[in-house]
T-cell receptor, first 116, second 113 residues
Framework: DAKTTQPTSMDCAEGRAANLPCNHSTISGNEYVYWYRQIHSQGPQYIIHGLKNNETNEMASLIITEDRKSSTLILPHATLRDTAVYYCIVRVTTNAGGTSYGKLTFGQGTILTVHP | ETGVTQTPRHLVMGMTNKKSLKCEQHLGHNAMYWYKQSAKKPLELMFVYSLEERVENNSVPSRFSPECPNSSHLFLHLHTLQPEDSALYLC????????????FGPGTRLTVT
């Protein structure tokens, strides 16, 4: 599985943009980059995903470098409720007993703390 | 609210007990998953089900026994657990196995004494 590397922790001031980096230098051409987050005492929540192009939705933007070896998740205006662990994941299509499925392998993630 | 509920939210059990964790999804999804999140360790995928058929058993010990009676419900039956099995057990669902988004429940915090 393609490994991702993220900083252990980051801080961000409320109202400012939070830029969370991720390295995935061994990613294969057809593997997607996914971002999830986990707020304390809750299950993980999907944020965004992408293959090559930059993506934006109501939660965040995803910037993927041209060589696809790294990406950045951008929360444009961080709030206190964005304090969470953010996981960058390379989704791998896995074959199990003849059935394929998209496997999410979670790492340790980045602990983002948004402060007033 | 993600549309995935888990009960109980907290469970304390002895090593000789038998208990079950329940997951229910109200999203009409066809795939369901069990994950384990131990303290200071990443989430680990345990089981994958698609249309009530088990697709993946990720080298999970037999003291964990999953059951998927229909596409809306997923159970994890527990027996003769060890203290190191104490963890947060998370259930997730997705429209299908190739869907890009998994929806997670809040988890069951299990403590084995």
């Amino acid at each position: 599985d393609a490994k991702t590397t993220q900083p252990t922790s980051m801080d961000c001031a409320e109202g400012r943009a939070a830029n969370l980096p991720c390295n995935h230098s061994t990613i294969s051409g057809n593997e997607y980059v996914y971002w999830y987050r986990q707020i304390h005492s809750q299950g993980p929540q999907y944020i965004i995903h992408g293959l090559k192009n930059n993506e934006t939705n109501e939660m965040a933007s995803l910037i993927i470098t041209e060589d696809r070896k790294s990406s950045t998740l951008i929360l444009p205006h961080a709030t206190l409720r964005d304090t969470a662990v953010y996981y960058c994941i390379v989704r791998v299509t896995t074959n199990a007993g003849g059935t394929s499925y998209g496997k999410l392998t979670f790492g340790q993630g980045t602990i983002l703390t948004v402060h007033p | 609210e993600t549309g995935v509920t888990q009960t109980p939210r907290h469970l304390v059990m002895g090593m000789t007990n038998k208990k079950s964790l329940k997951c229910e999804q109200h999203l009409g999804h066809n795939a369901m998953y069990w994950y384990k999140q131990s303290a200071k360790k990443p989430l680990e995928l345990m089981f994958v089900y698609s249309l009530e058929e088990r697709v993946e058993n990720n080298s999970v010990p037999s003291r964990f026994s999953p059951e998927c009676p229909n596409s809306s419900h997923l159970f994890l039956h527990l027996h003769t657990l060890q203290p190191e099995d104490s963890a947060l057990y998370l259930c997730a669902s997705s429209p299908g196995l190739s869907s890009y988004e998994q929806y997670f429940g809040p988890g069951t915090r299990l403590t084995v004494t």
